[in-house]
C-alpha cells in the first residue's frame, strides 16, 4: 500500500531555531510537494520537487528552504522558526503523470 | 494571481439528500481537477480526478462535472450518510509533470441523520 511517512506527528521549537521536517515515501513517485494548512486559509504550496536535486517555489516560499537528495526523501527546513510558522504541515507525492497526491499524516508545528 | 474559491465554508444537510459543492477559479487554465476529502487531524485522501475534456465523471455515490467554460467544477454525493461528513477540497492541476497542484480551502460538509 502507498505510503509517505512524515518524521513527526507534533513538533514544539523555539522562535529562532532551525527546524527540520522530513517526509519520505515508498512509491517511487517523481514529484513531492510541502504544503501548510491554516484554518480558513486552506492548503498553500509551500515549494515542490519534480526530481532528485530539483526545486521550484511554490506560493508562500519565505521563510522555507527545501532539499531532495534522494527520490523517496523530501525535507523542509525552516531556517529560523518565526510565530507565524505556527501550523500544520503535510508533505505528499505524486506519480509524474497524474498528479494524484498522497499525503502523509501532517506535523502539528508549533513555534514558541 | 490564481485563485481557487469554494463558495461555501460549511454545508449542513440532511442524510438521505444529495450535497452539492461548488469549486470555481480564475486566471488558470487547469489540465484537470481534483477533489479530496480531509477528516479532521489527517492528511487530505484522492477520491476523484477529471480532465478538461471531460463533462462529468462518476464514482459509486460520487460525481464530479467540469465547465471550463465557467471555471467551475460541482461536486455530488448523492444518499448522503453521516459517515460522508468531512472537508472536501478542490485542487487544479496543470498540464506538465512539473506543474504545482493548488488547492481550495475546502468545504465542511455535515450530514445530520
Known amino acids: 500500500d502507498v505510503k509517505v511517512t512524515q518524521s513527526s506527528r507534533y513538533l514544539v521549537k523555539r522562535t529562532g531555531e532551525k527546524v527540520f521536517l522530513e517526509c519520505v515515501q515508498d512509491m517511487d513517485h517523481e514529484n513531492m510537494f510541502w504544503y501548510r494548512q491554516d484554518p480558513g486559509l486552506g492548503l498553500r504550496l509551500i515549494y515542490f520537487s519534480y526530481d532528485v536535486k530539483m526545486k521550484e517555489k511554490g506560493d508562500i516560499p519565505e521563510g522555507y528552504s527545501v532539499s531532495r537528495e534522494k527520490k523517496e526523501r523530501f525535507s523542509l527546513i525552516l531556517e529560523s522558526a518565526s510565530t507565524n510558522q505556527t501550523s500544520m504541515y503535510l508533505c505528499a507525492s505524486s506519480p509524474g503523470a497524474l498528479g494524484k497526491l498522497f499525503f502523509g499524516s501532517g506535523t502539528q508545528l508549533s513555534v514558541l | 494571481s490564481q485563485k481557487i474559491e469554494q463558495n461555501s465554508e460549511a454545508l449542513n444537510i440532511q442524510e438521505g439528500k444529495t450535497a452539492t459543492l461548488t469549486c470555481n477559479y480564475t486566471n488558470y487554465s487547469p489540465a484537470y481537477l481534483q477533489w479530496y476529502r480531509q477528516d479532521p487531524g489527517r492528511g487530505p485522501v484522492f477520491l476523484l480526478l477529471?480532465?478538461?475534456?471531460?463533462k462529468e465523471k462518476r464514482k459509486e455515490r460520487l460525481k464530479v462535472t467540469f465547465d471550463t467554460t465557467l471555471k467551475q467544477s460541482l461536486f455530488h454525493i448523492t444518499a448522503s450518510q453521516p459517515a460522508d461528513s468531512a472537508t472536501y477540497l478542490c485542487a487544479l492541476v496543470g498540464d506538465s509533470s512539473a506543474s504545482k497542484i493548488i488547492f481550495g480551502s475546502g468545504t465542511r460538509l455535515s450530514i445530520r441523520p
Open positions: 477529471i480532465r478538461e475534456n471531460e
